[in-house]
């Protein structure tokens, strides 16, 4: 069973910088993509950023520049390094990996897509 641990969220005071970190356990053959989404109360989760295995990045609009997001394949991990954090930045932040291929209960299963429970970050004017 492939599970997702997000860590790295926390109070900053806006102009700050936090490092999200989320790894993937499980016998996991492959992972398409992987990525950061955020959801504030009453609005649907969002897309921050996503990366590829072969490197292919998307960032949401609004923290172009500001955020950078990497991976290590080898270590199914995913990091956000979030820089200059402004107040609308405050959610929380979950953790995606599309396209998985694993081993779910003694069968190969390819295409889940999974989510981690989440990491509040709250960035304080």
């Known amino acids: 069973q492939v599970q997702l641990v997000e860590s790295g969220g926390g109070l900053v005071q806006a102009g700050g910088s936090l490092r999200l970190s989320c790894a993937a356990s499980?016998?996991?053959?492959?992972?398409?993509?992987m990525g950061w989404y955020r959801q504030v109360p009453g609005k649907q989760r969002a897309l921050v950023a996503t990366?590829?295995?072969?490197?292919?990045?998307n960032y949401a609009d609004s923290v172009k520049g500001r955020f950078t997001i990497s991976r290590d394949n080898a270590k199914n991990t995913v990091y956000l390094q979030m820089n200059s954090l402004k107040p609308e930045d405050t959610a929380v932040y979950y953790c995606?990996?599309?396209?998985?291929?694993?081993?779910?209960?003694?069968?190969?299963?390819?295409?889940?897509?999974?989510w981690g429970k989440g990491t509040l970050v709250t960035v304080s004017s």
């Open positions: 995606n990996a599309e396209g998985t291929t694993a081993l779910n209960r003694g069968s190969v299963i390819t295409g889940m897509d999974y």
């Open positions: 499980g016998i996991i053959f492959r992972i398409n993509a």
């Open positions: 990366i590829t295995s072969g490197g292919s990045i």
